[in-house]
């Protein structure tokens, strides 16, 4: 896959930051933080195929949002190596905002590759419900990821082949990757 490769330890530090991003968010505001990333097996966590797949998921997520009148009260978006993201808390419910994400991951041509987490104002995540299935079997994506069932070269063509059905990105401006 075509892209900057990224190390363990910028990984890490990713998370961390992601992390102090989300409980900051969460004690100043004390409603719901998303935490929207894209999930890219190995090394390779971003190229304009994927951030252009992002920038869509975001796009439909910022819309259901608006539809539903759930008012984001501060938001980041980081584009980087180690992946595209973008956090924000929102006024609303914490249920309520895990069904539109979890019906954006089922319904979206690359929401397979969508992580959109909720974080509840209590600073708990909020799980989907049911099980995500891997890329390449039915089995559960955690199980394979876990036994390590597939390589990294076949989850990565796997990813290839989702991005490779979308539409071709259009331009949008100064938010476009």
Known sequence: MDGIEITLPQMLDCRERRNSLQNEML??????????????PGP???????CAAFMSGKRDLTTALRKHGYAILQETELHEATGDEWIAAVDAEAGRIKELTTEIENRHPAGRLFDMDVIASDGNKLSRGSFRKCLLCD??????ARSRTHSVQEMQEAVERILLRLPAPVPSGPESC
């Open 27 to 40: 004690r100043r505001y004390g409603k719901p933080v998303i935490s929207f990333c894209m999930n890219i």
């Open 44 to 50: 390779v966590k971003t190229n304009p195929q994927i």
């Open 139 to 144: 089995k559960q994506a955690q199980e394979c």
